[in-house]
């Protein structure tokens, strides 16, 4: 009873505690309002450095213009997008079935392993952009051309850290599974792959992004063949024409929509992990 | 005064050894002609130093490894589930809960959870945690952990539980009181316990039965009995009776590592 009292009286607050109160109130209004300023800054800068050196929009556009373009362009810009996100939410939802797929054949048979991961490798290493024209030449849709190429760069993260995963499980646990005489598959369902989920959502956050980056890219080496445009071709158009507003207002859909790519997928991996890994712990002290 | 009971002998036997052996890469000889003859209901402790080959007994038992040599007898067929395991660390699943966690050897004989929620409760009480049945093991203390792998290893009521140095990373007055609550537990279910130790006091509070062993090459030295009757009261620790044992299992260890007592 002495305990649970002495816990509940309000005491004087001590110096770290004034440190640690302190340091939170910075921590949650920092994070938010020092970037916020330095945005504010960096586009004042931007815009003082075009109205002052008098640089003309199809050189430099002003922040106010290329506000004005996105609000303008925005139903053409809209339907780009679209096209983008969509071929990168395929890509990576390709990825996520592979990488997992592969990964689990990997830790099932050493030998399927010791026969793949050199060419999962060598896939891994060999630049997008070089690989990318001969997709096209040899994949008569275009859909399916842009899919394999954001796959190749994607899905490599899912399938190295998923089998990471699959192979981290606990020693003792495992042998913990062998004497109650587990099967294969139970021993995948039920140990190997929780084990594996903090690894796996590792790698899907950046296989989220390469999908995005995988898509642009090809769309870039793709061009349009009849099917509707993607941001990237809208970027290489309004390149070809001099409209420079319009590739900042392209650029900025995309770099947003890789921020909300990223930001989902955190806020799936704290979900799922929040109840039991250590990485979505609150410490306080 | 008159002698000692000593039931033990007359129960029925459950597992034998015979001069079983274990060699890694064909040199290392992790343990060497170990016999030792286990009969329901005993509690014994492999006490000995580091490297004298208990662990790798008790991973020979439960068949985690082949003996290089010798072998090793059940009395009757043996099933799945009539073994529990318990190791250094409480080895749970951290993504499942308290219950889940109890709930793994029923899972893995495909029994669902509705089937053995009364085993998986009882065994939860047994250990004094029938509230923390929706905890995660990260909410719970090192001591009750080792409640829940404990609950883990004896919820299917196995014939036998081996447990490797359970209590060694926990405190003393924790392992103190896991040691009388283990005591209780093994009356209550009737079991069989095979509790490897270096702890001297450990082995003298808890077993019936002592098998002391020396390092390279892992071997048995000698076999002690500790005649004190069960139930073993917290006074036991301060007995003249204990400090007996303890200077009898003390001088045996010694003896085991090669030093004069």
């Not at chain 1, 340091?23 to 450095?49: H, N, Q, Y």
């Not at chain 2, 050897?105 to 959870?113: A, D, I, T, V």
């Amino acid at each position: 009873m002495s305990i649970a009292d002495s816990t509940e009286t309000t005491m004087e607050p001590d110096a770290d505690e004034i440190a640690r109160q302190r340091r939170k109130r910075v921590e949650t209004f920092g994070k938010w309002l020092l970037p916020a300023v330095v945005l504010v800054l960096m586009l004042v800068i931007w815009d003082r450095i075009v109205v002052w050196n008098e640089i003309p929009h199809y050189i430099l556009p002003g922040p106010g213009l290329v506000f004005e373009t996105l609000i303008k362009d925005w139903a053409m810009l809209f339907e780009a997008l679209l096209v983008t996100v969509q071929i990168t939410l395929m890509a990576l939802a390709v990825a996520v079935i592979g990488g997992v797929g592969l990964a689990v054949l990997f830790t099932q048979s050493r030998l399927v392993e010791m026969s793949f991961y050199p060419y999962a490798v060598i896939l891994q290493v060999t630049p997008i952009v070089a690989i990318a024209p001969l997709i096209f030449i040899y994949v008569d849709s275009r859909i399916a051309g842009l899919l394999l190429c954001a796959w190749l760069v994607a899905f490599f993260p899912v399938l190295s850290n998923t089998t990471l995963g699959l192979n981290s499980a606990d020693h003792n646990l495992r042998d913990l599974f062998r004497i109650y005489g587990a099967s294969r598959w139970q021993t995948l369902r039920f140990l190997q792959l929780p084990s594996a989920l903090p690894y796996f959502l590792g790698g899907l956050r950046i296989a989220g992004g390469l999908s995005l980056i995988g898509a642009v890219v090809a769309e870039y080496v793709a061009g349009t063949g009849g099917l509707k445009s993607g941001l990237a071709f809208r970027i290489l158009e309004a390149g070809y024409r001099l409209n420079i507003p319009r590739m900042f207002a392209a650029l900025i859909l995309i770099a947003g929509t890789g921020v909300i790519i990223f930001a989902g997928l955190s806020f799936l991996s704290h979900m799922l992990l929040r109840k039991w890994h250590e990485s979505a712990l609150k410490r306080d002290h | 005064m008159t002698a000692p009971e000593r039931p033990h002998a007359t129960r029925p036997e459950l597992l034998r050894l015979d001069r079983v052996g274990k060699t890694f890469n064909g040199d290392v000889v992790a343990l060497r002609g170990m016999s030792l003859q286990v009969r329901e209901g005993d509690f014994i402790s492999l006490l000995g130093p580091s490297g004298c080959g208990k662990s790798t007994a008790l991973r020979l038992i439960s068949d985690l490894m082949h003996p290089s040599e010798g072998r090793i007898t059940w009395a009757g067929p043996q099933e799945t589930g009539d073994l529990g395991v318990v190791f250094q660390e409480p080895t749970l699943m951290p993504w499942a809960t308290v219950a889940q966690n109890v709930w793994l050897p029923f899972r893995l004989r495909g029994k669902s959870y509705a089937s053995v929620r009364d085993d998986v409760l009882e065994a939860l009480k047994l250990v004094g945690l029938e509230k923390f049945q929706n905890s995660y093991p990260r909410e719970l203390s090192g001591g009750m952990k080792m409640r829940v792998s404990i609950a883990r290893a004896m919820v299917t009521r196995p014939r036998l539980i081996l447990m490797d140095e359970p209590f060694a990373a926990l405190d003393e007055i924790t392992r103190f009181k896991l040691n009388n609550d283990l005591l209780t537990l093994k009356e209550a279910i009737g079991c069989t316990v095979i509790f490897v130790t270096h702890s001297v006091f450990e082995s003298v509070f808890l077993s019936d039965r002592i098998v002391v062993m020396a390092a390279r090459p892992g071997r048995v030295i000698t076999e002690l009995q500790v005649d004190a009757a069960y139930p073993r009261p917290e006074s036991f620790r301060t007995s003249a009776e204990y400090a007996a044992y303890t200077r009898q299992a003390t001088d045996a260890l010694h003896e085991a590592m090669g030093e004069v007592a």
